[in-house]
């Protein structure tokens, strides 16, 4: 406890150094900005971001980046709020009562609240991530190879029990991801494998941030401008009147929803360190219990406070929630934190438990830097309200060649070959045509962080078991683990006999 | 094409793809190696079959109309969407081919004219500004701050003078 406070005050001085603190700030700025900028979220931005900070060291980038991550997840409630559109997908629930107040002229009710609940969200969940974190890692220390592997087996495994989608098809997602993680040279035997169609730029492998560009990038705005085909054209942006005086009787109001940021906050903490559950699912759990639990659940959907305050703690809580899993086992706990995960490989930091041990100072960097952002992306949303709403008026057919123009660029600049960009395309073009028929692509880009890390546990597994594939069922943390994760993994099935089963009773019932 | 024609289609094509990664796969043995374990060929070999397994997935669930998609008989892309999207798509394809003949400075702000002017229609002055202001953050950014040098193609030489300022 008081190691781990000392610890934490540590890490606290390196977010006081200048650079990491105007990294911060700007992060949080251009994650509120991303945030609300319709069909962009906290994933998109960190992916096209990445090539961005291979300027300063591994802590400040980081910092850089989960500071976009906090403030996209601010950020996605303004357009939730004054469009009626999801900023990004972890703001929907957001937009069922934050969209009726923004209509009765109370946008600027809506948007407090939005800010103080992401900001209760982050508090609360970054102080349980202080507290869970290092004896998690500590735990996670005695983990060989066969546990890393049933860890990454229960990460896929959570994506086809709970992800929702098509079972075949998110299977063939983290299958393709896998493989395409697998082109370049063998590990252990350095011969040249899958050199498709022998040509050779795919002897240095596939970079994970290719796929991620390609799919959050370029396929992503791609799906953007077919909306805007659809829409035709700009939406209806409400009115906001902010001033001081409203604004303190706003955040009075908001003291009688307490319950309902709390539950929030610690509901999207722990749905968030689920890989396939996250923000999305979490805001949306969040929104359904506060109206259970609410006095009035009438008056939801028709621009009721808790409603807007259950799904943004929940969305900021569990952006912190899928850093635990990322940090102390190395597996990611989102998308984002996926492509997070991806970055410190190429800065040199090897993720797993070692990590808090082995860079202890870049771990607590990072926990402090989440309580600063916090903070920071708090003051800055009630702080420039009037400026964020005129930022949505930006043409959308501006800010979508820049993106691109980063796009191609960041799809260079990680390995400066061409191969990559043309590689960027073709997924972004597919990607894009596959999400129209339903595809997950996020466990895609899971698996092709965690494809190098997985085959080598995998291997090493069986040598040390000679072939023997019972050695991820006998060994105390594997055994328990890989079982929950073959449960998961067959859960759409034993929901279908379940239902198979009791159908006749309960149609003759 | 309606959604179900499309959904049978990528089935097909990512099925015929796996097979190839399968095939390509098993150039690296695969199976147990006596003393090294696993051979190189192994888990991609395996992890391409479980792609064409799920890929006849779909296909059964295509055949036994199941499912929102398989069962789907809207339009795949709507001829107006098609066009606009398929636009952008031309124009980045266009713009990467040209990184390597006309460079990335000559590439980006025909790609950028493009967009803002003709896809866009804001003013000359509005296109034109961010066509030449964009790639000058680019290059102080990427090839200044952090030494990437970007393609050029036949405009190498114009950049030389500009780097002797720099470096």
């Not at chain 1, 102390?328 to 706990?333: D, E, Q």
């Not at chain 2, 003393?35 to 060929?41: K, N, V």
């Given at each position: 406890m008081l190691e781990t406070l000392q610890l934490l005050g540590s890490g606290f001085l390196i977010v006081f150094e200048p650079l990491n603190l105007a990294l911060i700030i700007g992060g949080c700025a251009l994650g509120l900005f991303i945030g609300a900028m319709p069909g962009l979220g906290s994933v998109n931005g960190v992916a096209i971001l990445l090539p961005l900070t291979f300027l300063v060291p591994p802590t400040g980038a980081i910092i850089f980046l989960a500071a976009i991550y906090y403030g996209a997840m601010y950020g996605g409630a303004i357009s939730s709020i004054m469009l009626g559109i999801p900023g990004a997908s972890t703001a929907v629930a957001t937009t069922f009562d934050g969209r009726p107040l923004a209509k009765q002229g109370l946008a600027d009710k809506a948007l407090t609240a939005a800010a103080v609940a992401s900001f209760v969200g982050g508090s609360i969940s970054v102080v349980l991530f202080t507290f869970f974190a290092p004896p998690l890692a500590h735990v996670a220390l005695v983990f060989g190879a066969p546990e890393e592997f049933a860890l990454m087996m229960l990460a896929f495994a959570t994506f086809v029990g709970l992800g929702g989608d098509d079972i075949f098809k998110t299977i063939f997602s983290i299958a393709i991801g896998l493989v395409l993680s697998a082109i370049g040279f063998d590990i252990i035997s350095g011969e040249p494998r899958l050199v498709l169609w022998d040509i050779t730029g795919f002897l240095h492998g596939v970079n994970f941030l290719v796929l991620a560009i390609g799919i959050y990038g370029i396929g992503e705005m791609l799906w953007t401008v077919e909306e805007h085909a659809l829409g035709g054209g700009e939406s209806m942006l409400s009115e906001a009147t902010v001033t001081v005086k409203r604004t303190m009787a706003n955040l009075r109001e908001l003291v009688g929803t307490w319950k309902t940021l709390l539950m929030g906050s610690v509901l999207g903490y722990f749905v968030g360190i689920l890989p396939a559950a996250g923000a999305t699912p979490g805001s949306l759990m969040a929104y359904g219990i506060a109206k259970q639990i609410s006095n009035e659940p009438e008056k939801f959907g028709k621009g009721a406070v808790e409603g807007v305050c259950a799904p943004e703690s929940a969305n900021n809580a569990a952006s912190t929630g899928s850093m635990l899993p990322m940090l102390?086992?190395?597996?990611?706990?989102s998308p984002t934190t996926a492509i997070l995960l991806g970055g410190m490989v190429i800065w040199g930091l090897e993720p797993g438990p070692r990590l808090f041990t082995d860079h202890s100072e870049f771990v607590w960097g990072l926990i402090a830097s989440l309580y600063a952002a916090n903070l920071f992306a708090v003051i800055i949303n009630l702080a420039f309200i009037p400026v964020f709403i005129k930022i949505l008026k930006t043409p959308f057919t501006i800010l979508a060649p820049i993106i691109f123009v980063l796009c191609l660029i960041g799809g260079y600049a990680p390995t400066e070959s061409m191969h990559d960009v043309w590689l960027m395309i073709i997924f972004g073009i597919v990607g894009y045509l596959m999400r129209k028929l339903d595809y997950p692509l996020a466990p895609a880009v899971l698996a092709i962080v965690l494809g190098p890390l997985a085959e080598p546990a995998l291997r090493q597994s069986l040598i040390i078991s000679d072939g023997e594939f019972s050695i991820f069922f006998t060994r105390a943390y594997a055994g328990p683990i890989m079982i929950a994760a073959l449960i998961l993994l067959f859960l759409p099935l034993l929901k279908i006999i379940y239902v198979r089963l009791r159908g006749p009773k309960a149609v003759s019932g | 094409m309606t959604v179900r024609t499309a959904e049978l289609l990528m089935a097909l094509m990512m099925g015929a793809f796996s097979i190839y990664l399968m095939v390509k796969s098993y150039e690296l043995p695969v199976g147990w190696i006596k003393?090294?374990?696993?051979?190189?060929?192994t888990w991609p070999f395996w992890l391409s079959a479980i792609m064409l397994i799920s890929c006849l997935g779909i296909l059964f669930n295509w055949f036994r109309k199941h499912g929102p998609i398989a069962s789907s008989t809207r339009v795949y892309i709507q001829s107006h969407v098609l066009m606009d999207v398929a636009a952008v798509a031309a124009s980045l394809i266009v713009t990467v081919a040209l990184f390597s003949f006309i460079g990335i400075y000559g590439a980006l702000p025909l790609f950028l004219i493009f967009y803002l002017r003709v896809l866009g229609r804001h003013s000359w002055l509005l296109s034109g500004t961010l066509s030449i202001l964009i790639p000058v953050v680019i290059f102080y950014f990427f090839e200044i701050t952090l030494k990437i040098i970007l393609p050029k193609g036949i405009t190498e030489p114009l950049f030389l003078p500009l780097y002797k300022m720099f470096f």
């Open positions: 102390t086992l190395g597996i990611p706990g | 003393g090294s374990g696993p051979g190189g060929g």
